[in-house]
């Protein structure tokens, strides 16, 4: 079974057992989820779906750079950062298909 979550501003195709890089633990939506047979399209999202993720702990990225310049007057600034990004396990995408009773 597959899902397409959004977690922050990002869309991800997940599977359990999958291990992933998000800025956040936690899902925002499900917008899909696939069976082997059947696929259920959120409108805009799938009613019943959860998808369980499983926090492995903190890692910082890999460092960014950024850089002013300004041709002749000796101006030179360079700033760098390293984003911290949360290391997730996909544990079990499921699906309710009950219907609800009104």
Do not use: C, N, W
């Not at 991800?12 to 259920?40: C, F, I, M, N, T």
């Not at 890692?59 to 949360?86: C, E, L, M, N, W």
């Amino acid at each position: 079974m597959q899902a397409l979550v959004k977690i922050g501003t990002s869309q991800y195709l997940v599977q359990p057992g999958q291990e992933l890089l998000v800025d956040r633990p936690q899902v925002d939506a499900v917008l899909l989820v696939s069976d082997e047979d059947k696929v259920h399209i959120g409108q805009p999202t799938v009613e019943g779906a959860i998808v369980t993720l499983k926090d492995l702990g903190e890692i910082k990225g890999d460092k960014v750079r950024t850089a002013k310049f300004k041709a002749k007057s000796r101006y030179r600034k360079v700033r760098g950062f390293r984003p911290t990004y949360h290391r997730v396990k996909v544990v079990k995408v499921s699906l309710d298909t009950r219907e609800k009773k009104e």
